[in-house]
């Protein structure tokens, strides 16, 4: 666990997440109102869940997903550790994507998903319930297919008026596996020394995997560590 577990000011204060508590309290009002006509992060804020409690704080979390490949056949399982971590290995900070599914979508394939960035991952206890949570920052398509060249699907950071990143309280249960972006690189070189971060590639993220056939089965903190 991280030394920056606590309350969610604190946590906040630490990380530079400005936007945390009120992208938590946005969280548990679609929680406690699932059937809201309108969601979350639509929502007037006084309407929501006031929440100033206190967060566990994990490196990662454990994934386990059905992905049929031809070495584990049709019912293969795969393990996996999403890591979202500040401090790894003393280098630059390592946050991993995730493919979330959309609630209430009948479509396949990647139309039925969405794509994240993975801030944090934490749970928080609010009126008896303690909830497995993550902040993430959001990716959107930039065209409706994927693209003709590579067949993949390119997306970018989805942004605000002011040109900060959104960004989400979601549960774990909505991840259905890790993803990899890979950056458009365009024509120029890529310096040697360069530390990997999808914010280095403003315009556009390359992404794989246009089929998405794997299926979430289990996803829960990674408290071994912690």
Known sequence: MYCVSGRVSHVADHLGLQGLQEAICRFLYDQVSPDAEIPGDCVDLHLC????????????????????????????????????????????????CVYVAKGGIDTEGFHSLMVGRVRLFFSC???????????????????????????????????????????????????????????????????VDLHFCQDRFSSTILLGGPGMQGTNEEVSPDTSRC
Request: charged share 15%.
């Open 49 to 96: 869940p006031r929440f100033d409690g206190k967060l566990r704080v994990f490196h990662s979390a454990a994934v386990t997903f059905c992905a049929p490949s031809d070495q584990l056949g049709v019912g293969g399982y795969v393990p996996r550790n999403n890591t979202c971590d500040t401090i790894l290995a003393r280098g630059p900070p390592h946050y991993d």
């Open 125 to 191: 206890l609010h009126a008896g319930h303690t909830y497995s949570c993550m902040l993430v920052d959001w990716f959107i398509p930039v065209a409706d297919e994927p693209d003709e060249v590579t067949g993949m699907w390119i997306v970018a950071p989805e942004v605000d008026n002011d040109g900060h990143h959104v960004q989400c309280v979601i549960s774990l249960d909505l991840v259905v596996r890790g993803a990899h972006l890979i950056g458009v690189y365009g024509s120029e070189f890529i310096p």
